[in-house]
DNA sequence: CCATTGAATTGAAACGATTCATAATCTGGT
DNA sequence: ACCAGATTATGAATCGTTTCAATTCAATGG
């Protein structure tokens, strides 16, 4: 039915690896025969057969994406800037979510394997990594995205979380808040538990500073909400002065709640801090501050990382990026406050 | 290097062609038989190549899905509900955003035409199909997303853009706005015109109404700013009474510009309608009123449609799904206006 | 006990591009 | 005219799976 190599061979007069060469290294074909040979699969319409190919070379020429979340914009900014890089290196990109459950991220794993995938870019769900290590020894070359591998066994390319939640939580201190609140949750989650970390370890620093934790089920505005309605219900002396919450989505969700609540003010009553600066933190009912994570510059260097590993081969160096990230200032926690040196 | 059906079947002490039957169809296969095949195949790690397969079967497994814009989260939840039901009927969906560019369309494309893809989902850039008319010709079967063919060449699933726009100025026009403004841009996209059009109609039909075009380049928060920017510059008495923006985006970013200004209130100065009901537009500044499209099931639809078109051949009758979008009220136009019945 | 049927299994052909050892052709130097 | 060396071109083998006509085997009925 479609047009193959064989077709062009015939048509063109030249056999089916002077095409295949005309394909790959036009360098070693004479420059007329490149001409006939590219005129005749212009005037076919002829078009590669990838399958063939990657038969034939025993991998593909795309690389795996595995998210936690496809719906969350900081993914879909990762998603954005890998599939871009993958793009300009002539690879395209399997994205898939794995939704926070096991067995979604092992059935795209499956899937992923059964395509050769050239490469895999994941932020796994659990800790356990026995998987990825099986994957890699098969040849493929794994990079772990928004999640450092602890031991350095893996290539990783991350935000250093820790000092997000650190960032954070010293900036609502000089801001002369004392109680502070944490939203975030489910605690399996490694990002969350790295946010939390850094906060507490600047209140304990601060004599006089408490953190009080409001657990979520999820990262979503919608559990945003319901803690913050939770806050707003507390009596007013009871309401932490600040809050820090572990991703915009629950941040906007609390600042629903609360402005919607009448009985606090943002930042006055409350001053509030999300995690990521998606696009839409800004333009929030009180503009969001924010911790900014180069999302799609997370995604760009990912695929890169995963090239360079691709060309090395199985004793590739491991590369562990850790973008630092920043405080992204807004009115939430009020205006003309001073910024940490 | 990996293991392959010939592997098991040494292993097992059966022909390949069996392997594959109890891969395939293991009904054909005698119960024994298949038990122990499937013991070696989980003992030797095997996983199926993929590539092979499809070079066999002729064609892929995937969909591809081009978009226009992966981060709005319009074409998010289009591919979400996409991806959703093609897992559901055993397929994959290849996705890629054009980015509004007629040469990452043109990549895509090429890449999707070598993978073999089973059938495309397609948000064109351009009006010009004649690059899907050839694709469809070699056996591809091709649905338009979000975008009718006006000559009904195409199956398409789509929102009515018009009514879209028409319901839009309608309700401007209830709440006593007379002089309109109209933010979105580049005509070059059909949507724009479409909506725009819709509106046109409804002013041309009232006595005093009018519409004035503010373009933008892009229908991204960011131009959106800018244009709401252009109009806080005005005098008062030239700006408009009321603005139906292109789409949420464009809105919030309007939005944002107003009220930073200072000078304009929403709605008592200007109401402001948006387009798409993106999930954000409800936690804006002041909550967004909305035209929604059924987003999610539009890409469910498409999917449907596409496995329609499949099964059926190339000589498939074309289906047009039109969906009639609705208007979702909020504060910026207003609280207690009456609904348009 | 043979013939017939049906189930289970086999193995070679096919899919289409790439590779690589080999062959053909061309250069220019003597 | 001849040859060495470089440049081009060839085509059979290969990748791993699926398919299908052919074969084997066992069971059933006459």
Do not use: C
């Amino acid at each position: 039915m479609a047009i193959s190599v064989r077709d062009v061979a015939r048509e063109a007069g030249v056999s089916v690896g002077t095409v295949s060469n005309v394909l790959n290294r036009p360098a070693m074909v004479s420059p007329s025969t490149v001409t006939r040979v590219t005129e005749v699969i212009e005037r076919l319409g002829f078009v590669r057969n990838d399958a063939a190919r990657q038969l034939r070379a025993g991998r593909s020429r795309s690389f795996g994406l595995v998210v936690l979340d496809a719906r969350n914009p900081f993914f879909m900014d990762v998603t954005h800037g890998a599939q871009q890089r993958a793009l300009d290196n002539g690879y395209s990109v399997l994205m898939g979510a794995s939704d926070d459950s096991v067995s979604n991220e092992g059935r795209l794993l499956d899937l992923f394997e059964e395509q050769r995938v050239a490469g895999l870019l994941i932020s796994p769900v659990r800790t356990d990594l026995s998987r990825l290590w099986r994957i890699r020894e098969a040849g493929t070359p794994v990079v772990l995205v928004d999640r450092g591998s602890g031991d350095q066994s893996f290539s990783s390319v991350s935000v250093n979380d820790v000092e997000g939640g650190r960032i954070a939580a010293q900036h609502l201190i000089d801001a002369s808040r004392r109680r502070i609140g944490f939203v975030g949750g489910p605690m399996e989650i490694e990002q969350v538990r790295h946010r939390l970390e850094g906060a507490q370890s600047v209140v304990a620093a601060v004599p006089g500073a408490s953190l009080e934790i409001f657990g979520t089920k999820a990262l979503s505005v919608f559990e945003g909400r319901a803690a913050g309605e939770r806050i707003a219900a507390l009596p007013a002396a009871r309401r932490p002065e600040a809050i820090f919450a572990a991703n915009d989505l629950l941040a906007m969700g609390v600042l629903q709640a609360l402005v919607m609540s009448g009985k606090v003010r943002v930042p006055e009553d409350i001053a509030l801090v999300g995690y990521d600066d998606i696009a839409f933190a800004e333009s929030a009912v009180v503009p969001i501050t924010s911790v900014r994570q180069p999302a799609v510059e997370i995604g760009r260097t990912a695929v890169d990382v995963l090239l360079r590993e691709a060309e090395a081969g199985p004793d590739a160096v491991r590369e562990q990026f850790v973008f630092t990230p920043k405080l992204v200032q807004r009115a939430s926690t009020g205006a003309g406050l001073p910024a940490r040196p």
